[in-house]
């Protein structure tokens, strides 16, 4: 029996302000590029305080210079960037201060293991729910997306993504409550890893994102697709049969039925019902 998604989201973050932006990977690295300038919109336009957070990558101070050059050609009041290389790092006040003081996060990509097992119940982590819910945009790009659900795609490749084995799923930093997200989805082919996520987890919804594209999903969960291509919704809540318990490692998955809903810019969908919604006006900062 199918439930409503609903229930998968609980009162307190059904109560949060904040607004969460997914983003597929190699996002157009310009201020006025759909992605990036939708992110600094919401998070405050000129008036933005944003943080940008390279915790996934192995080369933070690459990543740092990229992302201070596209933000120095947009008008943001104050860009800060929160180096945490360790959990120490996640203690410490003045990273807690800037985390504090922002309007925008941004969380660049890398290893997402790296940003669950550092930031993973922290101090960061927690200012990083209140700030959120008091409305706080907080924003990632592939590793910075994927660390976001609740259960998390650690590894895996597109090609075997259908056979049991051939990912590896851990727990995300639950930012979302009730999705498994996935990045370079097109390009890489993860179509069939994502479908043998939502297989082993049917009452989780799967979203799959192009590159430089993104989902922007407020606490309402009416989300709003933004870029040049498209976002997947694998829905695996009206599943009948799967043999993924029946089989050994190596043999193929078989599962019905599975809804998809492929959704490009402008589009809107209801996270908590799974439908997508006839209508494209778009999604404004809240006050």
């Given at each position: 029996?199918?439930?409503?998604?609903?229930?998968?989201?609980?009162?307190?973050?059904?109560?949060?302000?904040?607004?969460?932006?997914?983003?597929?990977?190699?996002?157009?690295?310009?201020?006025?590029?759909?992605?990036?300038k939708k992110f600094i919109d919401l998070s405050g336009g000129d008036e933005a305080v944003i943080s940008i957070v390279p915790t996934a990558s192995m080369e933070p101070d690459e990543v740092m210079e990229t992302y201070r050059d596209v933000f120095d050609r947009s008008n943001v009041k104050k860009v800060n960037f929160i180096d945490i290389r360790n959990r120490k790092d996640a203690s410490l006040p003045k990273n807690i201060k800037?985390?504090?003081e922002s309007s925008g996060v941004f969380f660049t990509g890398g290893d997402q293991l790296r940003i669950t097992t550092i930031l993973g119940g922290t101090e960061f982590r927690q200012a990083l729910a209140e700030i959120y819910a008091l409305g706080?945009?907080?924003?990632?790009t592939s590793a910075g997306a994927a660390m976001m659900a609740s259960t998390m795609i650690k590894g895996g490749m597109g090609d075997v993504g259908l056979l049991r084995g051939g990912l590896h799923l851990g727990p995300?930093?639950?930012?979302v409550p009730g999705v498994i997200i996935d990045t370079h989805f097109v390009i890489r082919s993860r179509i069939g890893r994502l479908i043998h996520a939502i297989s082993e987890n049917p009452s989780y919804i799967g979203i799959g994102l192009a590159q430089d594209t993104g989902l922007i999903i407020p606490h309402t969960g009416i989300c709003e697709v933004v870029g040049s291509n498209v976002v997947t919704i694998v829905d695996g809540n009206q599943i009948e049969y799967t043999n993924i318990t029946d089989i050994f490692e190596g043999e193929a998955i078989s599962v019905?039925?599975?809804?998809?809903?492929?959704?490009?810019?402008?589009?809107?969908?209801?996270?908590y019902n799974a439908k997508r919604i006839n209508t494209r006006r778009s999604i404004a900062k809240h006050s």
């Open positions: 029996m199918s439930v409503k998604r609903g229930a998968l989201v609980t009162d307190s973050v059904k109560k949060n302000r904040g607004i969460v932006m997914i983003v597929g990977g190699a996002e157009e690295k310009n201020p006025d590029a759909p992605v990036l800037m985390l504090r706080c945009v907080i924003a990632g995300g930093l639950n930012i019905s039925p599975i809804t998809l809903h492929v959704l490009v810019h402008g589009d809107r969908f209801d996270l």
